[in-house]
C-alpha cells in the first residue's frame, strides 16, 4: 500500500510524462526517493531540466486525493501495473513511450501478446457490424485476444463478440477506470473485467478529454501486433490508430466497403496507401502469422451453411442473390431479381425461416453471418 501511494503521488507531480517519470525511475529506483530528493541530486542523476526538477522539489502530494485514489481502486477491485512489474504488457514495452503506469480492471495474461487491435467507426453500418462479428469470431477461435478502445460502434462490437466467442479482450479507456464513458458500455466494461481487462492509464477521476483519446490510441496499437480497421471516415480517430502503429512498427490491414459510404473512405484510402485488404480473419493470419490456421475465415466458409443447402428453392438462391450484409428494401430486390411482389415475400420468408436473412424495421432485409 505504501508503494501504492507513492506511484501516486508521482503520476500527480507536474510536469512529469511517461519519458520523464521513466528517465526519474531508472535514476532513483522508487517513486519515494524521487519525491523526496533535492533539486541538485534530481539534475546530477536524471539530467532532467532545471524547471521539472524545480517543479518536483516544490511538489506537496496531496494525501487526501490519494487516498480517494486508492479507496476507488479497492472498491473496484481494480490495480496498478508498472512498466517495471512483471506483469506489465510485453508488446507496450516496445513502443517509444510506454506508460509509467497502468491501471487495471481484470487481469492480463502472457498470451494476450497475441493480441489484434480492431478499430472503426462509432457509426457503424450493418454491414460493418457484421464483418467486425465475423473477423472477429475467427480470431478469437485462433487464438488471439482483441483489443479496442471501448468507444460505441466497431470498438463495442468487436469486445462483445470476443466475450461471446469465450474469448479474450483487452479495452482501452481515454478517461479513469471509475469513469463509464460512453455510459452504455457500462454492462460491457464488467463483463471484460470478469474475462478480459479494462485498463487506462489515467488515474480515478479523470474525465474523457479529447486529448486523452490521442494518448489512449497509442496503447491500442502499442498493445497489439496488428491493428485492423472496419470502417471509418478520412478524419476518424482510428485513423489515428494507424499513425500509431506505424510510428510502433505494427502492421496495418483495412476492410473495403461500399464506395459510396463516408464510412469507406478511411480504409479505402488505407488500402490505396498500402494497407493490407482483409476479407476475412485468413488474410491477416496468412500475412503476419503464416504459421498459425483458422478454419472457415474465408467469406464464403463463414456464411450459414444453410445458405449452399439443397433446400433452399431456386426462386429463393434468386432473391438471395439481391440481398447483402446491408438492409435491402422489399422493392430493390423485386427490381434486381425481376420477381413479382409475391414471389419475392414467399422467398423473404423461405430465407428467414432458414436463419440467413433477418428481417430488419421497414420491410428491409440482409443476409446473416
Known amino acids: 500500500m505504501e508503494d501504492l501511494y507513492w506511484w501516486l503521488a508521482l503520476e500527480r507531480a507536474p510536469f512529469l510524462g511517461p519519458i520523464t517519470i521513466a528517465k526519474l525511475i531508472a535514476a532513483f529506483g522508487h517513486p519515494k526517493s524521487v519525491l523526496t530528493a533535492g533539486i541538485d541530486e534530481i539534475r546530477t542523476k536524471s539530467a532532467i531540466s532545471v524547471r521539472v526538477a524545480d517543479a518536483i522539489t516544490l511538489y506537496k502530494p496531496d494525501g487526501n ?24 504488457p510485453g508488446n507496450l514495452l516496445d513502443i517509444y513511450d510506454p506508460p509509467a503506469l497502468l491501471f487495471v480492471r ?26 467486425t462479428k465475423m473477423i472477429t469470431r475467427d480470431l478469437v477461435r485462433a487464438g488471439f485476444t482483441i483489443v479496442s478502445g471501448l468507444a460505441r460502434g466497431i470498438d463495442a462490437i468487436c469486445h462483445s463478440s470476443a466475450l461471446n466467442e469465450a474469448g479474450r479482450t483487452i479495452g ?48 491500442v496499437s502499442g498493445l497489439s501486433k496488428a491493428v485492423l480497421v472496419v470502417e471509418a471516415s478520412r478524419r476518424s ?7 500509431h502503429a506505424l ?45 498459425s490456421e483458422v478454419s472457415g475465415t474465408s467469406p464464403e466458409d463463414s456464411v450459414t451453411p444453410a445458405r449452399h443447402s439443397a433446400d433452399i428453392s431456386e426462386q429463393a438462391r434468386q432473391v438471395l442473390e439481391c440481398v447483402d450484409l446491408d438492409p435491402v428494401p422489399v422493392d ?25 436473412i433477418k428481417q430488419s424495421p421497414g420491410k428491409v432485409f440482409s443476409k446473416l453471418l
Open 237 to 243: 480517430g482510428s485513423l489515428i490508430t494507424v499513425n
Open 65 to 88: 486525493e490519494i487516498q480517494r485514489d486508492m479507496d476507488i481502486l479497492a472498491k473496484m477491485g481494480a490495480r496498478l501495473i508498472t512498466r517495471w512489474d512483471s506483469d506489465y
Open 172 to 219: 482501452v479507456l481515454g478517461c479513469g477506470l471509475d469513469i463509464h464513458y460512453p455510459a452504455e458500455n457500462k454492462e460491457l466494461m464488467d463483463r471484460m473485467a470478469e474475462h478480459g481487462a479494462v485498463i487506462s492509464e489515467f488515474r480515478p477521476g479523470i474525465r474523457p478529454y479529447r486529448t486523452n483519446f490521442f494518448r489512449r490510441n497509442r496503447i
Open 247 to 291: 510510428d510502433q512498427g505494427r502492421d496495418v490491414f483495412a476492410v473495403p466497403g461500399n464506395v459510396l459510404h463516408e464510412s469507406s473512405r478511411g480504409p479505402h484510402h488505407l488500402i490505396k496507401q498500402g494497407a493490407g485488404l482483409v476479407e476475412s480473419a485468413q488474410d491477416i493470419l496468412s500475412a503476419i502469422f503464416p504459421s
Open 332 to 356: 430493390i430486390i423485386c427490381k434486381m431479381s425481376g420477381l413479382t411482389a409475391a414471389k419475392v415475400l414467399a422467398s423473404l420468408m423461405e430465407l428467414e425461416l432458414l436463419g440467413i
Open 106 to 131: 481484470g487481469c492480463l495474461k502472457p498470451e494476450d501478446e497475441l493480441a489484434i487491435a480492431v478499430v472503426g467507426s462509432r457509426m457503424s453500418t450493418s454491414y460493418g457490424i457484421n464483418v
